[in-house]
């Protein structure tokens, strides 16, 4: 089960050894010692504005052509 949560990390990151993941985003390594990918979440989330629960490549377009209604 953890495995599924912790795999989306690793879109992002590539672990060199044991206790270090390679940021692909940037040239910053984290430590993940004992497999603990918080940091790795903590890093993309504040670097790379990354949420672990959205997808990077899906961006909500907020701003919506077309759909300007406007009473003037
Ligand atoms: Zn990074």
Request: proline share 7%.
């Amino acid at each position: 089960m953890e495995r599924t949560r912790t795999a989306k990390v690793w879109k992002n990151l590539k672990k060199i050894n044991e206790s270090t993941a390679q940021c692909l985003l940037c040239p910053k390594k984290i430590s993940c010692k004992g497999s603990n990918t918080s940091g790795l979440d903590r890093h993309l989330q504040r670097v790379h504005n990354i949420s672990r629960n959205q997808p990077p490549e899906e961006s909500t377009s907020v701003t919506q052509p077309g759909t300007s209604c406007e009473p003037e």
